[in-house]
Structures are given as C-alpha cells and as structure tokens.
C-alpha cells in the first residue's frame, strides 16, 4: 500500500503525540522519562533536533537528538509499528545527519537497549559501530550499546531530502 509522509520539525502541538509513542514503543517496560513536557523543552531548544514523520496528521515516527559543540546525541527514534518496513527510520536518521553536517557536527553518537538487536542491527546498517556496553545504563540491569559514526563519510542514500519527496 503506498504511502505519502513528510519528514517535518515537530511542533509543540506534537510534544503529547510523542511522549505517549515513546512510552509504548521506546521506554516500554522502563519509568517513563520522555513526558509531554519534557518533548515540548526539547522542541523549544534551539540546540536540539526534533523531527517528525508525517502521514496525512498521524505520527508514524519520531527522533529527538540534541546538538553539542562537534557531535550530536541521538536520544530518541522510534517508528510505530504500522509504518515499519518502510524506510521510515532511515529517512529520520538522514534527515538528522544530513541537519547534523550542515550544522557543523562531526559525529553522531546514540545508546540503544543492548538487548534490541533488530535496532542495533538498523544502526550498523547505517554506518555505526559499537564502541562499548554500559551496564545498568537503563535501571533494572539493563545495558546500552553505545554507538556512533562520523557524519563526514555519510552514504549519499542517507542524505534524505528534506521533506522526502
């Protein structure tokens, strides 16, 4: 079935859609730490990324990151289950690294449940590897994969169109 979606800023009106996706599809099984408020903030930064994808006004997926001097730090992507398989998530992450060498960033750096091994295998698709494991990174003994690429050598694939036509 096509699709039509856009990759767009979020906006605030956003901020409830996706703290509630992230609960369900990101921190499931873990306290809840990404709250409407918390997303709204992160929309408001002027040093942080938060993309949307759009399908005709309902939220297919997200990613919130947040720029530092010479890297950013992915700390959110997430496609809802009915929109996966569809590129979606690499259309996020280009977009974002795409943004990310524009801005000046040199790398990207995420963490992922270590235990997620369909998201840590989308990363090394992309180009990242692991640099190490964090235990108890997210409470109740569970680790994090620590990931990163340099946007420098970034695929041309992954320099999504912004909007994706």
Not at 16 to 45: F, K, N
């Given at each position: 079935m096509p699709m039509t979606c856009t990759i767009r800023p979020a906006e605030r009106?956003?901020?409830?859609?996706?703290?509630?996706?992230?609960?369900?599809?990101?921190?499931?099984?873990?306290?809840?730490?990404?709250?409407?408020?918390?997303?709204?903030?992160?929309?408001?930064?002027?040093?942080?990324?938060?993309?949307?994808?759009?399908?005709?006004?309902?939220?297919?997926?997200?990613?919130?990151?947040?720029?530092?001097?010479?890297?950013?730090?992915?700390?959110?992507?997430?496609?809802?289950?009915?929109?996966?398989?569809?590129?979606?998530?690499?259309?996020?992450l280009g977009t974002l690294e795409r943004d990310g060498i524009t801005a000046g960033s040199r790398c990207l750096r995420l963490e992922v449940r270590s235990g997620n091994l369909g998201a840590r295998r989308f990363y090394r698709q992309h180009g990242y590897r692991m640099l190490a494991m964090r235990s108890n990174y997210y409470g109740g003994g569970e680790a994090a994969a620590i990931m990163a690429r340099g946007l420098r050598d970034a695929p041309a694939g992954l320099r999504a169109p912004y909007p994706p036509a």
């Open positions: 009106a956003d901020a409830a859609a996706i703290a509630s996706a992230c609960r369900l599809h990101v921190e499931y099984g873990l306290r809840p730490t990404w709250t409407a408020a918390r997303v709204a903030r992160a929309i408001d930064d002027p040093r942080a990324f938060v993309l949307v994808a759009d399908s005709r006004g309902d939220l297919a997926g997200f990613l919130v990151a947040r720029r530092g001097e010479l890297s950013i730090h992915l700390q959110l992507l997430a496609v809802l289950p009915r929109y996966r398989r569809r590129r979606l998530g690499s259309l996020l």
